[in-house]
């Protein structure tokens, strides 16, 4: 009897290695929480069983795919499952567990860059290992292994096989362009960011896969992987947030709504709302912080990650001596009352 049951699906067109196998897969339209009757009728067409699968579709499949009214999509899809000459692949996604196959992983990146799903709500622990190093050209998605004689093969025929990067991740905006974000250098955007609307990338800034933004924002300094920023906040020029592939181990660092972030500055922490980082300043866990109070008095020394998360500060390093001081915000009432205590 069939258990079929999925909570994510996509259908993608996949490019394939020399052996066959998938290196890429491209999902323009996928679905979270589909109705019952398209749970159904997919399962019914791809014939698929239960858990997280992906299946490379006949064009048999592919045209009675189209051909159902229960599965929703755009007339633009349906056309292209019954023409393309590309592999089709599907992919179920029923439980949210480590990926095991190059399509998950891409599923699972196409569901956050079209804001489907938020940054740590998929599993996508061991990606790296999964995906392979791709030479994205001109002319598409090339493993790299195979890179040597694609481009005798382009000068054979007078033409130049253009090599953009080598990486495993591909810039997003080749897959997914979300609506209302501006992005002055698309390849510094990863597949897999959740670019909140209102959002501008300028030229210096980097948003990493399963980061991003939570809204209007102005990134012109890097987003690690893990890390979220929140609605109306600010990274100055080369400031940067530190991610778990990074150095920041398990701990998720974020920021907060109306934040700033200045230039060349960082952060190891979580920052809550209305902070701020003074330009130049790197603040890690271990930075041992001098609290001030209102006067600008010593309350207490203590570790940076002891304010981990914490509003309304502003975090600045003593021109005469070069003590790091943490005093309340200016738009803000008051320090902490924990802040202010001496034991």
Sequence with gaps: MNNSNFHSFGLGLATLDSQGKIIEAYFPEPVVNPAPEMVLALSAHCGYQAGNSDIKLSSAQRSSISEDPAIAMSDLLRDTLRTTHSTVVAMFLAENSAPSSVAEVYLKLHLLSHRLCKPHSLNLQGAFGILRNIAWTNQGAIAVEEL??????ARSKGEMLDVMSVDKFPKMVNYVVPSGVRIADTARVRLGAYVGE???????????????????????????????????????????????????GTAIISVGRDCLVGANAGIGIALGDRC???????????????????????VQHIKAR??????????????????????????????????????
């Design 148 to 153: 040597s004689a694609r481009q005798l093969q």
């Design 276 to 298: 701020i980082v003074e330009a130049g300043l790197y603040v890690t866990g271990g930075t041992i912080v001098s609290v001030l109070d209102h006067e600008g008095n010593l």
């Design 198 to 248: 209102g959002t501008t990338v300028m030229h210096e800034g980097f948003i990493n896969f399963n980061a991003g933004t939570e809204g209007s924002a102005m990134v012109e300094g890097r987003i690690s992987a893990g890390v979220v920023v929140g609605e109306g906040s600010d990274l100055g020029g080369g400031c940067s947030t530190m991610g778990t592939l990074s150095g920041g």
């Design 306 to 343: 002891d304010l981990s998360g914490r509003s309304d500060l502003l975090f600045r390093r003593n021109s005469q001596t070069g003590a790091v001081e943490c005093k309340t915000n200016k738009t803000s009432i008051a320090l902490n009352e924990e802040l202010h205590s001496h034991n």
